[in-house]
């Protein structure tokens, strides 16, 4: 499993990189998308919608199942991935590249703290 240790995780499977003051962008991890298996469809909000950390804020379907997306911190949508309506498989072949989800803007950079590391999350994958 590929956990960069450079990102910052949630329990529910999110990565977070802080891409400059107040703006993160997030996604899923590799782990996700490998108990997901085949991802072939994601929904993700619109721009502009407010998120608050935890709250679902899309979803990624596979062959398998469909899981929830949840926003690591709050802020407000700035950008998301439009690749992935066509191209949903870059979820499995890059999830912390090419297959970025969401960026956020107007974040609280003090959220990010409570998010855990590379190791913390390793933990918590190696359990699930």
């Known amino acids: 499993?590929?956990?960069?240790?450079?990102l910052k995780y949630t329990k529910e499977h999110e990565w977070v990189k802080e891409e400059s003051a107040g703006v993160?962008?997030?996604?899923i991890t590799d782990f996700a998308q490998s108990a997901l298996g085949?991802?072939?469809f994601a929904s993700l909000p619109k721009v502009g919608d407010k998120l608050s950390a935890g709250q679902t804020?899309?979803?990624?379907e596979s062959t398998k199942s469909v899981s929830d997306i949840y926003s690591?911190?709050?802020g407000v949508v700035k950008e998301v991935n439009e690749k992935l309506a066509n191209n949903p498989e870059?979820?499995?072949t890059d999830p912390y590249g090419?297959?970025?989800?969401?960026?956020?803007s107007d974040v609280d950079v003090n959220e990010l703290?409570?998010?855990?590391?590379?190791?913390?999350?390793q933990k918590i994958s190696e359990n699930a």
Do not use: H, Q, R
């Open 1 to 6: 499993m590929n956990t960069p240790s450079d």
């Open 113 to 121: 703290s409570s998010l855990l590391d590379a190791a913390g999350y």
């Open 90 to 92: 870059i979820l499995n």
């Open 24 to 27: 993160v962008v997030f996604g």
């Open 98 to 104: 090419a297959g970025w989800m969401i960026k956020l």
């Open 72 to 74: 690591p911190v709050t």
């Open 38 to 40: 085949d991802i072939v």
């Open 57 to 60: 804020c899309g979803e990624v």
